[in-house]
């Protein structure tokens, strides 16, 4: 037990699983692929996975550590987001109550996760017995909102993201409602840089379907290295929550990886961090 477990959820934008689970393979000891059982999203649309991705899975694979699930991850009765929770429950509870049980989707390139798990173990007592003391783990994405021709778009401010918790407990999504434990750490979010036909294909497919503003894509589509700076606003659900964009001159992986590590700017100071977990421990004191 007290094992670094990683899962993913695996869908129609499997192959961004290519620059994600490198990403975590050295500090995982396990790493799951949950998969439904007839390649169903969460809408019950179905996709097909090229038969190349499990050969290139057998090929990084080198420390056996990669488990594909398998399961019925689709029901009609419920809205996309409740599939969506309902997968990462299961998921969670196949990764196994007593170890740290880390989420990462897809589209999220973890800059240093060897890093993170230091950090992640220093709450280990959390696991001895999490049922009578539930947590989960935050860490902060930058989010990359679009890739152009020689750069990527991103949105100039980190936010918040919930990525691992001592007890699956799922209520919306990865969030469980326990007290947040927040780590320094940081994951490049792709969720938004895909081709046109992509995006238009994720926002029809994924759990915040019924939610999405009728003021994003316009400005996902007007969005380039000339004009960013005037456009604001740019969020998915409510739009204000992401202010501006910010542009970096490079599409390679390795550069906007350096970039943020030296750019202060998007990163959270150690004294927000120590305020937000101490407000998080005094909240849920008499829980």
Same mark, same amino acid.
């Given at each position: ?42 809408? +019950? $649309? ?5 038969? =190349?991705?499990?050969?290139? #899975?057998?090929? !990084? *694979?080198?420390? /056996? @550590? ?31 109550? +007593? $170890? ?5 989707? =897809?589209?999220?390139?973890? #800059?240093?996760? !060897? *890093?993170?798990? /230091? @950090? ?121 929550t992401w202010k501006s964009l910010g542009y970096f001159p490079s599409e390679n992986l390795n550069d ?32």
């Amino acid at each position: 037990m007290k094992k670094i477990q990683t899962g993913f959820l695996v869908s129609y934008d499997y192959q961004k699983l290519k620059k994600s689970i490198p990403s975590v393979y050295k500090g995982s000891d396990e790493i799951f692929l949950a998969l439904d059982y007839k390649n169903r999203t969460w809408t +019950g $649309n179905e996709f097909k996975i090229e038969e =190349s991705f499990f050969s290139w #899975i057998e090929e !990084i *694979d080198v420390d /056996k @550590k990669i488990i594909i699930y398998r399961d019925d991850f689709y029901i009609p009765e419920l809205s996309p987001i409740e599939n969506d929770t309902r997968e990462r429950q299961m998921l969670g509870e196949k990764m196994g109550i +007593g $170890n740290w049980i880390i989420q990462v989707d =897809s589209d999220e390139i973890f #800059i240093d996760f !060897i *890093d993170f798990v /230091k @950090k992640l173990r220093k709450y280990d007592r959390f696991l001895d017995q999490p049922i009578n003391k539930k947590i989960q783990i935050a860490g902060f994405h930058i989010n990359a909102f679009k890739y152009l021709e020689k750069g990527l778009l991103f949105v100039d401010e980190p936010t918040k993201f919930y990525v691992a918790t001592n007890y699956p407990n799922y209520k919306c999504a990865k969030n469980t409602r326990e007290q947040v434990i927040y780590i320094n750490s940081y994951v490049l979010h792709e969720g938004l840089a895909r081709t046109e036909s992509e995006l238009r294909y994720k926002l029809e497919n994924w759990g915040h379907k019924d939610e999405i503003n009728n003021t994003f894509l316009d400005k996902w589509l007007k969005a380039n290295e000339h004009n960013y700076h005037k456009i604001k606003d740019v969020f998915y659900l409510n739009p204000k929550t992401w202010k501006s964009l910010g542009y970096f001159p490079s599409e390679n992986l390795n550069d906007i990886k350096e970039y943020i590590i030296q750019n202060p700017q998007l990163k959270k100071s150690k004294l927000w961090i120590f305020k937000k977990n101490f407000g998080q421990w005094f909240k849920h004191l008499f829980k």
